[in-house]
């Protein structure tokens, strides 16, 4: 299949008539970069692929993509839990790049600009980031994605404790893999999406890529997996496909708010007025208290916490709304993020302090914690209710 230049971790191969240079490298490694400017330098490539999709390609080149960010948008298409996963990751890969005194995705940055100055072309060979994260928010419960998302929290606090150990492992992974080790022993489905199905996207991209020679530069970590399946033909629209939601995540969405007014409606019928008022004031304090609390934990506007305290009885009675869309519009509202927010949000999201501080990253923060209380609320007042029977 190929032979490999195990001094400059290369691996040659061939694809039909195209000759391919693999050049595995290390995110966090300033002998990449140099790696990746020789190697392209000498060869001479027809094309250079590299593994980014274009949102991580914008978010390297383009440091003000941040302004264009429309926040309500992001919650009425529910997209909170991938925009703030999305953040945690970049600020982890930006902190460990100040630590290390190199550029986020240099390497990467390296290898467009030396295909620039030779007029190769130029292939983003990576599956959309947000693709990624939507396959595993599809596949994943509520409580797997709070674990995905404390993870990706507890990143902010451990880069100073990170060792030298620590970063030559880095240099072998994916960094989102480096970052979900720990949820990824409980959860295997994660490495399927994000490694295995990424291995076979870019094995596919770069066999298909235009010229005769191409250099390809991918993280270190996805080079064994290109070499597994780079004999095989691989339908790249179907990695690129949202899964379907679960038919019983489907059924339980509209069962359970059913079984909530079923039950309240018996206390009502059956248990007498008294009864079925009790069991009403439990399911409202229950849900009202415990997602305002939520949205008090991520320091809130007071107009919004009110919103999260009224919101959550009714909208965990109704599968279509969540009671933290509806506190995260009002915060919108309320806080008004000015551009200096969008302007400070590199900087903003280094710190656990910074995503409390700034508005846009408050407001993502006020749809988790609120979904979040008013859910323990749901399964708080179901035994409380059942009890007055």
């Known amino acids: 299949m190929g032979t490999t230049d195990n001094s400059n971790m290369i691996q040659h191969l061939k694809h039909g008539h195209k000759e391919f240079l693999i050049v595995g490298t290390a995110h966090v490694s300033k002998e990449s970069t140099d790696l990746v400017r020789t190697t392209i330098e000498e060869e001479k490539p027809d094309t250079v692929c590299v593994e980014l999709c274009d949102s991580r390609f914008q978010s390297i080149r383009h440091k003000n993509r941040w302004q264009d960010m429309n926040i309500t948008k992001v919650i009425k298409e529910k997209k909170t839990f991938l925009l703030l996963s999305n953040l945690l990751l ?27 100055s030779l007029e190769a072309d130029i292939i983003l060979a990576d599956r959309d980031i947000r693709i990624t994260l939507s396959r595993i928010w599809r596949v994943t419960g509520l409580w797997d994605k709070l674990k995905i998302i404390f993870q990706l929290a507890l990143s902010l606090g451990n880069v100073d404790e990170i060792t030298k150990e620590d970063i030559e492992k880095m240099k072998q992974e994916d960094m989102l893999q480096s970052l979900l080790s720990e949820v990824e022993k409980s959860l295997p489905v994660l490495r399927e999406i994000l490694i295995d199905e990424r291995d076979r996207y870019l094995a596919q991209k770069i066999k298909m890529s235009p ?10 970590g996805h080079v064994p997996g290109i070499l597994k399946y ?23 969405k509209w069962l359970l708010p059913s079984l909530i007014l079923a039950l309240l409606l018996f206390g009502f019928f059956y248990g007498g007025r008294s ?48 009671a933290g869309w509806v506190s995260g519009l009002v915060e919108a509202f309320a806080s008004r993020p000015k551009v200096r927010d969008m302007e400070r949000l590199p900087k903003d999201i ?3 302090k910074g995503f409390w501080k700034n508005k846009l990253t408050r407001i993502l923060l006020v749809v988790v914690f609120t979904n979040l209380g008013s859910t323990i609320g749901t399964l708080v007042a179901i035994p409380l209710m059942l009890k007055l029977l």
Do not use: Y
């Not at 970049?90 to 030396?114: C, T, Y």
């Not at 010229?211 to 530069?217: L, Q, R």
């Not at 691989?234 to 899964?243: A, G, M, Q, S, Y």
């Open 90 to 116: 970049a600020s982890f890969q930006k902190r460990i790049a100040d630590k290390l005194d190199i550029q986020p995705g240099a390497e990467m940055i390296q290898a467009i600009d030396s295909a620039d």
């Open 350 to 352: 280094l710190t656990i």
């Open 211 to 220: 010229g005769e020679k191409i250099v390809a530069v991918v993280g270190a």
């Open 275 to 322: 009864t079925g008022t009790d069991m009403l004031t439990w399911w409202v304090m229950a849900n009202g208290i415990l997602a305002g609390l939520g949205a008090a934990l991520a320091l809130a506007h007071p107009l919004t916490i009110l919103s999260a305290v009224l919101a959550a009885p009714l909208t965990s009675l109704n599968p279509l709304i969540a």
């Open 230 to 252: 780079w004999e095989e033909e691989i339908d790249t629209r179907v990695l690129e496909e949202i899964p379907p939601k679960r038919k019983l995540t489907g059924v339980l």
